[in-house]
């Protein structure tokens, strides 16, 4: 008798969780429409922040101490700008939750951003050949400038791999209209 409440009231315990997480994660996607619309306004207008500094950027190119390095911004940026724009157009399509959502849109941005960061920094310095020797050719900084750089750029591999895996877990179900209309 005492052994069979025990397992009545443990399977009411449970039962009661079980609900409280699907209360949190039907929750979740509640809030999820208007978060991932906003973010892919933001991507979009990241994106164009983006063109428009590889635009000025165009212009000093040749007082980088190391030219090359300052045409790789250029080129980075440009390139960075136009996937931000397109992952801004794709974004509201996403099959994500709320912390999905958020984890993929901040590890891209800093991602992109810290490596953009980073090829400008080492532009600047005339360093970098210890991380990125195609780019820099043989401009080689201080042991300080080359821990610079390696700080801000080897975080943004593995944030940016999270975020493109969250991605297209994210389009594992693409819907022919977007499920959260941008407001």
């Known amino acids: 008798m005492r052994q069979r409440r025990r397992k009545e009231a443990l399977a009411a315990a449970f ?5 409280t997480c699907r ?21 979009l207008q990241l994106g164009v922040v983006l063109l428009l500094f590889t635009s000025f950027e165009g212009f000093a ?8 390095l300052g045409r790789s911004v250029h080129t980075l940026s440009a390139f960075v700008g136009v996937l ?6 794709v974004w509201p ?3 994500l939750g709320v912390a999905g959502a958020r984890v993929a849109f901040w590890f891209l941005i800093y991602s992109a951003l810290a490596t953009i960061a980073g090829f400008l920094i080492a532009g600047v310095w005339g360093a970098g050949s210890s991380i990125m020797p195609l780019a820099a050719g043989g401009a080689r900084g201080s042991e300080f400038q080359e821990t610079v750089i390696q700080i801000v750029m ?3 591999a593995p944030t940016g791999i999270i975020s493109f895996a969250l991605i297209l877990w994210g389009l594992r179900r693409l819907d022919p209209q977007p499920r959260y209309p941008i407001e």
């Open 15 to 19: 039962q009661e969780k079980l609900e």
């Open 23 to 43: 209360a949190f994660q039907q929750l979740s996607y509640v809030e999820s429409p208007k978060l991932i619309a906003r973010q892919g306004l933001r991507l």
């Open 61 to 68: 190119i040749p007082y980088f101490a190391v030219p090359n």
């Open 84 to 89: 931000l724009l397109a992952l801004g157009l």
């Open 93 to 95: 399509r996403l099959n």
């Open 154 to 156: 080897y975080p943004a």
